[in-house]
T-cell receptor, first 113, second 114 residues
Framework: GQSLEQPSEVTAVEGAIVQINCTYQTSGFYGLSWYQQHDGGAPTFLSYNGLDGLEETGRFSSFLSRSDSYGYLLLQELQMKDSASYFCAVHRAPNTGGFKTIFGAGTRLFVKA | DAGVIQSPRHEVTEMGQEVTLRCKPISGHNSLFWYRQTMMRGLELLIYFNNNVPIDDSGMPEDRFSAKMPNASFSTLKIQPSEPRDSAVYFC???FGQGSDTQYFGPGTRLTVL
């Protein structure tokens, strides 16, 4: 079967570092993406990992370990505007053909002053 | 670029009525996705097109839902007849490729079925 798990909520203080984990179980896996969504807004792309290791984009980094079926999003120097929901998304190529993107349930990040 | 355009932004209708949601993808993108988002079920992929051809419609909940992409710059998602449980935010997204390419989401259509 397929599963995608991430924590439902995380709270951190401004200026801190927070890590949002994502574990997955799926066939045909080939990559993991992260999206950010503010209340009332649309999801926006943050990062993608196709290979094991760390990808860094400014204050945000994302990590993937294919052997552990695990990834995380790291947010540094937290700002109030980072309060949002963060989704991990698994990309897979089913045996039936085509491609499929499956989004996790999302992690709601609260940044406190 | 204007980004992905969706209309209407809000739709309130009564149970049994037909609802049509519209999407214009980013020019040059050849994949288009329709998602539904609710508190209970999260963000679900309903269907996606590549080069105007439906590739995977396994997420379409039932026969009441249908989607078309008559050309590279326009797609519709139709619900007929609509039911209260269809109330959700419907997002359209487009990407250059159909795999792991970044998906650019439109602002969404908030549908309320009374």
């Amino acid at each position: 079967g397929q599963s995608l798990e991430q924590p439902s909520e995380v709270t951190a203080v401004e200026g801190a570092i927070v890590q949002i984990n994502c574990t997955y179980q799926t066939s045909g896996f080939y990559g993991l993406s992260w999206y950010q969504q503010h209340d009332g807004g649309a999801p926006t792309f943050l990062s993608y990992n196709g290979l094991d290791g760390l990808e860094e984009t400014g204050r945000f980094s994302s990590f993937l370990s294919r052997s552990d079926s695990y990834g995380y999003l790291l947010l540094q120097e937290l700002q109030m505007k980072d309060s949002a929901s963060y989704f991990c998304a698994v990309h897979r190529a089913p045996n039936t053909g085509g491609f499929k993107t499956i989004f996790g349930a999302g992690t709601r990040l609260f940044v406190k002053a | 670029d204007a980004g992905v355009i969706q209309s209407p932004r809000h739709e309130v209708t009564e149970m049994g009525q037909e609802v049509t949601l519209r999407c214009k993808p980013i020019s040059g993108h050849n994949s288009l996705f329709w998602y539904r988002q609710t508190m209970m079920r999260g963000l679900e992929l309903l269907i996606y097109f590549n080069n105007n051809v439906p590739i995977d419609d396994s997420g379409m909940p039932e026969d009441r839902f249908s989607a078309k992409m008559p050309n590279a710059s326009f797609s519709t998602l139709k619900i007929q007849p609509s039911e209260p449980r269809d109330s959700a935010v419907y997002f359209c997204a487009s990407s250059f490729g159909q795999g792991s390419d970044t998906q650019y989401f439109g602002p969404g259509t908030r549908l309320t079925v009374l």
